[in-house]
């Protein structure tokens, strides 16, 4: 059975100028209880000691925070045919907000069993005890069925606090009408392909994309040999934008605007980039599986593929994981971690893509019927095995706006790269110091 409460949507600023992470929800507390303290080792072992499998009847109530009418009410709907003896209410909250509210509602008594966050909050909200850690049986049977990278940024101290139901990440959209039926698969190509379209004074470019934001733009830095934060992007005191080869890096990333795209930062706005192409505008835009619906919509011809090369590599970019998670103040831990299971599930991501469109963190997907054929989101998949998940350190929410220095002020030429730098690093300096951090 299902409850579900609509609720006042209360929109908060993301940490990163990534579009796409999640629907905006409805809000329904307005609680100001101070935040939690961490549950006790003690608590959560025997939380975890009287976990079931799944032959064990489950019921009682449940509350779940997720962040799309339709897609909670047909999972909700199968979950009920699975588990009829647990009754569901429902509350529509945008994943990006859960972490905060869920530090306040918790301890308050009126927050949820299960709720939803980008993967990147998991640092903060792991280190705030938000999450109650998975079962040993289901941590097992995760380890086997999810995407190891994708795994990885629920995981610490050897433990997994949740879940990812979906994963998505950047790739190359081309107009076939614009560019021809051939996507290119190195810069080099694209640039050369420009020399014959570009008309700067027309506003005419080969490809518009949102030249500032430091997640699309990661890939120019790990072209070029950049490692975020070391080898398991989890060393905040190494950020790695302070080296040779991000200057190399930068340099060429800059060299692009006279080849490619030349307009200010100011400019080069969503509607003159992504949705500019959605309107069968512009040959080329590295953007999502968020800006396929709407290019679908118009009508363009278009396909999907991995990242261009650079010089000959590969690049790298950030990957984005919805968690699924079971708050360690849940009032119905069996039927959170059932819950949890089944949203994570075959089923569960079968409904995900039937109704919202996105991919599933599964290994497997051979059984989600309609994903393996989806033309579109098998671009995205080519790109998949060269996506970095977003650091899950919470130092991560100090570095965007380091990392967008390195190209807002280089693309509009008022720092070189290597000015640009040293503000990169100034300001990741200042932001620790606020958190009473150092590099030191």
């Known amino acids: 059975m299902k409850k579900k409460v609509l609720a ?6 993301m940490v990163f100028s990534m579009v796409g992470c999640g629907s905006k929800g409805k809000d329904v507390s307005n609680s100001t209880t101070p935040s939690p ?8 072992a025997e939380s975890n000691s009287n976990q079931g499998g799944e032959e064990k009847k489950i019921s009682g109530d449940l509350l779940v925070w997720l962040d799309n009418d339709d897609w909670a009410d047909a999972v909700i709907e199968a979950f009920n045919a699975k588990y009829p003896d647990v009754t569901i209410e429902y509350q529509n909250v945008g994943n990006v907000d859960t972490r905060g509210k869920v530090s306040l509602d918790g301890p308050a008594g009126i927050g949820p069993d299960v709720f939803l966050m980008p993967h990147d909050h998991m640092g903060i909200a ?17 380890e086997n069925n999810i995407l190891d990278a994708a795994l990885e940024t629920c995981t610490a101290d050897g433990k997994v606090y949740g879940v990812p139901i979906s994963t998505e990440n950047i790739a190359l959209f081309y107009n076939k009408d614009l560019y021809g039926e051939n996507p290119p698969s190195s810069f080099e190509e694209i640039i050369e392909f420009a020399k014959g379209y570009n008309d700067f004074a027309a506003g005419k470019y080969t490809m518009a994309w949102q030249v500032d934001d430091a997640y699309h733009n990661y890939l120019f830095l790990t072209a070029f040999g950049m490692q975020l ?11 790695g934008w302070d080296t040779p080869q991000v200057t190399e890096a930068i340099d060429f990333y800059r060299s692009l605007r006279k080849q490619l795209f030349d307009v200010n930062v100011v400019d080069a706005s969503w509607d003159a980039t992504v949705a500019a192409f959605q309107r069968g505008e512009v040959p080329l835009t590295i953007s999502g599986p968020w800006a ?7 009508g363009v011809n278009f396909g999907v593929t991995k990242l261009p090369t650079i010089k000959g590599v590969q690049p790298r970019c950030f990957s984005g994981n919805i968690i699924a998670s079971v708050s360690s103040y849940a009032k119905n831990k069996e039927a959170a971690y059932a ?3 089944f949203l994570a599930g075959e089923e569960g991501a079968t ?8 991919m599933t963190a599964l290994k497997d997907i051979s059984n989600i019927a309609g994903l393996k054929e989806d033309v579109y989101l098998k671009g995205i998949q080519e790109q998949s095995p060269y996506a970095d998940p977003m650091p899950i350190i919470p130092e991560m929410s100090q570095a965007w706006d380091a990392i967008k ?31 009473g951090k150092t590099l030191d």
Do not use: H
């Open 229 to 239: 934060f070391g080898p398991d992007m989890r060393d905040y005191k190494t950020p």
């Open 339 to 341: 819950f949890v299971d």
């Open 37 to 44: 303290t961490p549950q006790s080792e003690k608590k959560q």
């Open 351 to 358: 409904i995900m893509y039937k109704v919202t469109g996105k």
């Open 126 to 142: 792991i280190e705030d005890g938000l999450c109650e850690p998975m079962t040993d049986e289901l941590q097992k049977k995760y």
């Open 8 to 13: 006042l949507l209360i929109t908060t600023t």
């Open 292 to 298: 396929i619906s709407d290019a679908l919509t118009n």
């Open 405 to 435: 220095n390195l190209f807002t002020f280089t693309w509009d030429n008022t720092l070189t790269s290597k000015e640009a730098q040293d503000k990169a690093m100034d300001t990741y300096k200042t932001a620790l110091q606020a958190a």
